[in-house]
């Protein structure tokens, strides 16, 4: 099979590891597992902020009343991350060797797992607090 297209720096037949993958593919990883993290957090992070900027009565009231469906935003956050690591792995197995390919299988969901852990203990144990006691 002959490739016609002209490939990216980077981009290389020979394989793809994360070290070689680019700094726009890295921040594409994180960016997944960020994104999971909100997810997890919208529960808890809207009322916050709905409080923080005034709103008050049915409105407020609502949004608190979401911390209840908490663990549902978590699983949704994770199961976004897994899809997406999913995804990226099996865009690059065109690219890998079975070497670097098991390294990947491990490489990327460990990034997204990483972030997803960060944005959600960043959100919910330094941000809520604050946003808690400015209201």
């Not at 993958?21 to 993290?37: C, E, M, S, V």
């Amino acid at each position: 099979m002959k490739i016609s297209e002209s490939r990216a720096v980077g981009d290389s037949p020979q394989g793809q590891t994360l070290g070689n993958l680019g700094i726009k593919n890295r921040l594409a990883f994180a960016g997944q597992g960020a994104t999971g993290g909100l997810i997890g957090t919208v529960c808890c992070l809207l009322p916050a902020v709905a409080i923080a900027i005034g709103l008050t009565g049915s409105l407020a009231a609502t949004l608190v009343s979401l911390g209840r469906f908490r663990i549902y935003g978590i699983i949704l956050g994770l199961v976004i991350v897994a899809l997406a690591s999913w995804l990226s792995v099996r865009r690059r197995r065109s690219c890998c060797n079975d070497k670097q390919y098991k390294r990947l299988k491990i490489t990327v969901p460990l990034t997204m797992l990483v972030f997803f852990g960060a944005v959600y203990g960043l959100v919910m144990y330094l941000l809520l607090p604050l946003l808690y006691r400015t209201s």
